[in-house]
């Protein structure tokens, strides 16, 4: 509910202001009355001579300025345009930089000594990533005996939570831990080079090969990556003392006669980001400890005098709905209930007020079709097809039916770009569109 609260942005916060209407009305009210107030007796036969208010009035007036207030309170609320960013997609032009995930699915990934398994806790570490990242292109590299490429580098946070979903030990063909090769594969996977890049391990560390071999091509390949700019951050899966691995039948893998244990390598992890420049954390230190291992990694990411205010094509979740319907039922219930309600008498105007207002208050901004047509023909440039076939799919007519078929053919979906270019024949305007 935090992360909500703390992720939650207004479109126009100074309607707030409007939650003031029904307090401000009931003050002047209460002093004009006094002011009106005109005694027809003397002071000690005051009291007999004024009318006395019904029994229960005065807590019935007192429920009906409260749900007046609080229908105020929402309106205002409403008018503010409460919306959480959907997708960021940073400005044209501009990259806030790349990372590259790079996630071991070898069998020590199945381990208990994090709870509830290594693999579910690191899903639960990398699903907190994607929340804290803001426009930064995120790919994701999975590897066992070979490294797989599951998610290019995009921008699509939802199609990572997506991936990240399918994570399970034995998704790849063969077993083995080839950390090197997983590491120069995830290296390779970066679209711009002049962008800020990184790559973040998800591994306890553990080689197939014999410890000489393996820590020779490890260091080798680190070497090679800190030589062109990409640190390797790493997010140990495991603690110190390891846990015994289970078979899928659920018995003991056992060697001589002895359980085999999956051990965290922490000093060859510790090493291994020390010697590239990167950052270092333990997956079982909890969520403080990943915030600042984030912190520092997209820190890093973020090209130098750009904020997070710094925003271009941004699509936004609007919420004021949430608050619209309460405040109209709780209105319609102080209404139904409390007839007489003076206050709610005093809200007609304001009411109004609303209306006019409302009719101009500014609409959500939202990418224009040239806006989304520039971040296509750019990921296209970049060769990044499948964020082109996303943005194409937002720009309308001819254009649009072209640069997503394209986009789609570059994907070898040949069916759906044939589907495609037809409708952008059917969409064309001129004989040379035809």
């Known amino acids: 509910m935090m992360e909500l609260l703390e992720s939650l942005e207004w479109r126009a916060p ?10 401000v009305f009931g003050i002047l009210r209460g002093i004009w009355q006094h002011k009106k107030h005109n005694p027809c007796a003397e002071p000690e036969l005051l009291p007999w001579a004024q009318a006395r208010t019904a029994p229960g009035f005065g807590a019935g007036r007192l429920w009906r300025y409260l749900l007046v207030a609080l229908a105020w309170l929402l309106f205002a609320l409403a008018l503010s345009g409460p919306r959480l960013v959907e997708q960021d997609y940073g400005e044209a032009g501009s990259s806030r930089g790349e990372l590259v995930l790079v996630f071991d699915l070898s069998l020590s990934i199945t381990a208990r000594d994090v709870a509830p398994s290594r693999l579910e806790r690191s899903r ?10 803001h426009g930064q292109k995120i790919g994701l590299v999975v590897y066992a005996a070979r490294p797989h490429l599951l998610t290019p580098v995009t921008q699509d946070m939802n199609l990572l939570r997506h991936d990240l979903g399918l994570l399970r030990h034995g998704l790849l063909p063969s077993e083995g831990s080839e950390l090197p090769d997983a590491l120069a594969f995830a290296g390779q996977q970066f679209r711009e080079p002049s962008a800020p890049r990184g790559l973040l391990l998800i591994s306890d ?10 820590r020779g091509r490890l260091q080798t ?9 990409i640190p390797v951050h790493v997010l140990a899966a495991g603690t110190p003392g390891g846990a015994a691995l289970q078979a899928p039948d659920g018995s003991w893998l056992m060697h001589d006669a002895e359980p085999v244990i999956a051990s965290l390598h922490e000093q060859r992890l510790q090493g291994l980001a020390q010697q590239s420049g990167g950052v270092y954390a333990r997956l079982g230190d909890g969520e403080e400890a990943w915030q600042k291992l984030y912190e520092e990694i997209i820190g890093r990411l973020s090209p130098a005098g750009r904020n997070d205010n710094d925003r271009g094509l941004v699509a936004w979740k609007e919420l004021y709905s949430w608050f619209l319907l309460p405040a109209v039922l709780l209105m319609l219930l102080s209404r139904v209930s409390f007839s007489r309600n003076a206050v709610l008498q005093g809200s007609i105007p304001g009411l109004l007020l609303i209306s006019l207002l409302g009719s101009i208050v500014p609409r959500p901004v939202q990418a224009d079709d040239q806006a989304w047509q520039q971040m296509a023909h750019q ?4 060769k990044s097809y499948l964020e082109a076939h996303k943005a194409y799919a937002r720009v309308p007519g001819y254009a649009g039916r072209m640069g997503e078929g394209s986009s789609a053919y570059q994907l070898k979906k040949y069916t759906e770009a044939a589907a495609l270019f037809t409708q952008a024949v059917l969409d064309a305007s001129t004989d040379r569109e035809r």
Do not use: F, I, S
């Not at 639960?124 to 990242?133: G, I, P, S």
């Not at 990921?379 to 970049?382: H, I, T």
């Open 14 to 23: 100074v309607w707030w202001w409007l939650a003031l209407y029904p307090w």
């Open 124 to 133: 639960q570490a990398l699903e907190y990533l994607l929340k804290t990242a």
């Open 205 to 214: 560390g553990g080689l197939a090969e014999g410890d000489d071999a393996g």
């Open 221 to 229: 390949t680190v070497q090679e990556l800190a030589g062109r700019g």
């Open 379 to 382: 990921a296209y440039a970049q």
